[in-house]
């Protein structure tokens, strides 16, 4: 692992999370929101190491902009960003509530308490069944549920989820925890606790470099190959660089296997979600919350 870039990219989190609670108000464009996000990422010396998630209410995560979107901040909004430097990841969500809502800050604060307790538990050794137990107690003490299929995860270079799941409830996991780079990320609902498949997201990651024989289908993918690697894309980044043409590549692609997109995932019960997250460096003798604001 690389120490350096790892705090680099924790350290353009942390400025870009503040920047964007002073920027999102209701009713500001989505679109906006997520390119002035990147823009910032970027300006910062960092790159979007995932587009920006800007899910509302019931839609847990996966929802980003698309090129052409019109939809409104409003409600209880996750915001959810990424930075690379040189593939070593920072992953980091926050929720607003912009509708001044007792709902929405109660569960926005019992995400918040159950983020702090699984960093404080994180340690070399413990199973992670242990710390989505702790996590789960936490949130249910508040009379709230956690999503339970959505989970943290580890992370390692190019690779935003790498191996190890980080549950929210105690599932009983005896996978112990070894140094390395972590993601601990509760979602709280005050609904049934679990989210499903439902719209396409306009966010995609690459799963095979075999030929496409579509010319603009293969320039696409050529670029998808080079710049993004193995980390997510989305849909608005391509038009903005090729123009229309890559709604037709980015069909062409998914059809022939080249990428994979993934679904918007919604609480089944479309009651509302809260997101905390940070990313955490885990060493022989340290924990740095590489993504800490507060």
């Known amino acids: ?80 960003l990424g930075v690379q430097i040189d593939g070593w990841l920072s992953d980091t969500a926050f929720s607003m509530d912009l509708d001044n809502s007792n709902e929405n800050k109660k569960l926005i604060e019992a995400s918040k308490q159950a983020l702090k307790k699984g960093i404080d538990t994180l340690k070399i050794g413990i199973t992670t069944g242990e710390i989505g137990k702790i996590i789960e107690n936490s949130i249910e003490s508040n009379n709230l549920s956690p999503i339970r299929n959505l989970s943290g995860h580890s992370i390692s270079n190019y690779e935003l989820h790498s191996g190890i ?44 470099t075999k030929n496409i024989r579509n010319p603009i289908a293969r320039e696409i993918l050529k670029y998808i190959i080079q710049k993004y690697k193995t980390l997510p894309f989305c849909e608005r980044w391509l038009v903005k660089k090729f123009g229309t043409k890559a709604l037709f590549a980015l069909r062409q692609l998914e059809k022939n296997g080249n990428i994979y997109q993934f679904s918007q995932l919604v609480e089944i019960s479309n009651s509302k979600v809260a997101q905390t997250e940070d990313t955490i460096l885990l060493t022989e003798d340290k924990k740095i919350v590489t993504t800490n604001d507060y």
């Open 1 to 80: 692992m690389k120490t350096k870039e790892i705090l680099k990219a924790g350290e353009i989190a942390k400025k870009v999370k503040i920047y964007a609670k002073e920027l999102i108000k209701k009713d500001m464009p989505l679109l906006e929101i997520a390119e002035k996000i990147e823009n910032k990422i970027i300006e910062l010396g960092g790159k979007p190491a995932f587009p920006t998630n800007l899910s509302i209410d019931e839609i847990a995560a996966h929802y980003t902009p698309f090129h052409d979107d019109k939809t409104l901040a409003k409600g209880l909004l996750k915001i959810d």
């Open 165 to 208: 799941t980080i549950p929210n409830i105690n599932d009983d996991s005896k996978t112990k925890i070894k140094k390395g780079l972590y993601a601990i990320e509760p979602f709280v609902t005050n609904g049934s606790g679990k989210v499903r498949e439902k719209n396409p997201s306009g966010i995609y990651i690459l799963m095979e």
